[in-house]
C-alpha cells in the first residue's frame, strides 16, 4: 500500500478533511472546504496522488508488512517504518503532501489486471488507479504492466531483467506518468 516516488515535479501540501482515511498513492480531490479527501465516485476529477498517508491502522509505505504477534497467531499487525506515526503521516501537521503535476510513479494502489503500457489510467470509486475509462479525466498513463518491484535488496523474487536482478520484491505495482 504505496506510492514509491521515481522522481516529481510538483508536490503539494495541503490540509487534510478530518477522519478521512487515505492511502499514499490513491487519487484525491479537493472538499468545498479545501481539504483533501479521498476520490470517492469512479471517473471524477483528481487534484493529485496522495504522497502521504492518514490512517488509523493501515501503513502507507512500500518497505512495510503485516507481521503476527501472539503465541496464537491471532495478532497480526502492519508494521511501520517511522514509530512516531503510527501510520497517519499527517498527524502532527494536519496536512497531507499532494503530487499534482507531472513525475514517474509506482504503485500498488491500482485494480484491474490488463493494464498494459502506454495504456491511459482513471480513477474507480476508491481512489484507486484503473483501465477503466470513466466520466473523469485521465490522471496517468502506464509505463509499463504491473508486476514485482524489486526492493534492492539480495534475494529470488525478481527475475533477471529488473532493475535490481534477482531482490525481493516489494510486491506488484505498475509504473505511471503522472498526467493531472
Not at 516516488?5 to 478530518?18: C, F, N, R, S
Not at 476529477?45 to 508488512?65: E, F, K, L, N, P
Not at 494536519?94 to 509506482?106: E, L, N, P, W
Request: hydrophobic letters at 40%; proline letters at 2%; glycine letters at 12%.
Amino acid at each position: 500500500m504505496a506510492l514509491i516516488e521515481i522522481y516529481h515535479v510538483v508536490a503539494d501540501m495541503l490540509p487534510v478533511a478530518e477522519g478521512e482515511e487515505i492511502i499514499e498513492g490513491q487519487c484525491v480531490k479537493l472538499n468545498t472546504l479545501g481539504q483533501c479527501v479521498l476520490c470517492d465516485v469512479a471517473g471524477e476529477r483528481v487534484y493529485g496522488m496522495a504522497g502521504d498517508t492518514q490512517s488509523d491502522d493501515t501503513a502507507g509505505t512500500a518497505y512495510s508488512d503485516s507481521i503476527v504477534m501472539g503465541a496464537d497467531g491471532a495478532l497480526a499487525r502492519n508494521t511501520s517504518n517511522r514509530v512516531s506515526d503510527f501510520y497517519n503521516e499527517t498527524g502532527a501537521s494536519q496536512r497531507i503532501t499532494v503530487y499534482t503535476s507531472g513525475g514517474k510513479f509506482a504503485t500498488d494502489q491500482f485494480v484491474g489486471t490488463a493494464i498494459q503500457g502506454a495504456e491511459l489510467l482513471y480513477t474507480d470509486a476508491n481512489g484507486m488507479l484503473t483501465e477503466t475509462a470513466g466520466a473523469g479525466n485521465v490522471v496517468g498513463m502506464s509505463t509499463g504492466i504491473p508486476g514485482a518491484f524489486a526492493s534492492g535488496v539480495p534475494g529470488v523474487d525478481t527475475d533477471s531483467d529488473s532493475e535490481w536482478p534477482n531482490s525481493i520484491s516489494l510486491g506488484d505495482y505498475v509504473t505511471f506518468k503522472l498526467l493531472i
